[in-house]
């Protein structure tokens, strides 16, 4: 039986299912605790735990960072506090930039003769808007058959609509989290194509600023390396975290708590090691 899922994307950033459905679902899957990951907003978790006060689920407050270290890099931050007058500032800083490179992004297409209107697209997604947003409007214009084609020939870096945002530097994004009271985690450690030398410096860099756990469980990732993460985890004395970057309907292959092909379980334990992490 499937307990938990930790990294999970509601309408509040780029998923289709919205946080009040959400926790239905989860209920339906018979999951004890989920936590809500939205990218640079915490909006989702405060309607999802709206909603699942009337439910057994138990719901975890979280956000998804993006930040740069050469490359992309994701930072979890779990019990963050959705009210934090240290985090606001910094979410609305990175809603804006979005805004800002959207309008462009907008610009282009209108050039284009295509007829895209920014503030249609808030009305309809909510506050953080990003890329597949536009792959899914460029899909329903007829001009690509699916998000995936969307993405390759046009909003994909180098592609005509594509226009670059601003990132939250590593060490900002997890002070941030500390700061908001919530355990910083590196996210998908596979995604970033380093090897074993790569990423130990990755971890390294973060632990300097303060990273306290791994993601050591992802759709996806099979025994093999889910062992090598979990022993980088004990290495550096990191708590293992797991969850399935579920996104609705813009990641259909991926299923709420279980995963690409079920490989995913996460133990109701490493939840309750995180929360007794956050509360010191
Ligand atoms: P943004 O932050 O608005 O620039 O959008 C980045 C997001 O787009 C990432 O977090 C991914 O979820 C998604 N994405 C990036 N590349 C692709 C791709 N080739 N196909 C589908 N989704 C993608
Ligand atoms: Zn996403
Ligand atoms: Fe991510
Ligand atoms: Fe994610």
Redesign the pocket.
């Known amino acids: 039986m499937r307990e938990i899922d930790l990294h999970v994307h509601t309408t509040a950033s780029?998923g289709t299912t919205p946080p009040e459905k959400l926790v239905r679902l989860a209920e339906a899957q018979g999951l004890r605790a989920v936590a809500i990951t939205d990218?640079d907003t915490v909006h989702g978790y405060v309607a999802a735990a709206r909603a699942g006060k009337a439910c057994g689920v138990e719901l975890v407050p979280g956000i998804e960072i993006?930040t740069k270290f050469r490359r992309a890099v994701h930072i979890l931050g779990y019990y963050v506090d959705p009210e934090s007058p240290e985090l606001k500032p910094v979410l609305d800083w990175v809603v804006q930039d979005?805004d800002a490179r959207n309008e462009k992004m907008v610009a282009l297409m209108a050039a284009d003769g295509l007829p895209v209107s920014y503030a249609q697209m808030h009305e309809r997604f909510g506050e953080v808007?990003?890329?597949?947003h536009f792959?899914r409007v460029l899909v329903e214009l007829g001009l690509a058959e699916t998000?995936?084609d969307a993405?390759?020939r046009f909003v994909?870096k180098g592609q005509k609509y594509y226009v670059g945002?601003n990132f939250l530097s590593i060490e900002r994004s997890i002070e941030i989290i500390r700061a908001a009271g919530g355990v910083p985690v590196l996210a998908h450690p596979f995604q970033y194509r380093l090897d074993d030398a790569g990423l130990r410096e990755l971890i390294e860099h973060c632990l300097d600023h303060g990273l306290k756990g791994l993601e050591c469980r992802y759709s996806g990732y099979d025994e093999d390396m889910c062992a090598y993460l979990l022993a980088l985890a004990e290495e550096y004395r990191l708590l293992p975290t797991g969850g399935s970057d579920y996104?609705g309907a813009n990641k259909p292959q991926i299923a709420l708590g279980s995963g690409r092909n079920g490989e995913l379980e996460v133990p109701y334990e490493w939840l309750a090691r995180l929360k007794e992490a956050a509360s010191v």
């Open positions: 780029d990218h993006s979005r808007i990003g890329r597949p792959a998000v995936k993405f390759d994909e945002r996104h």
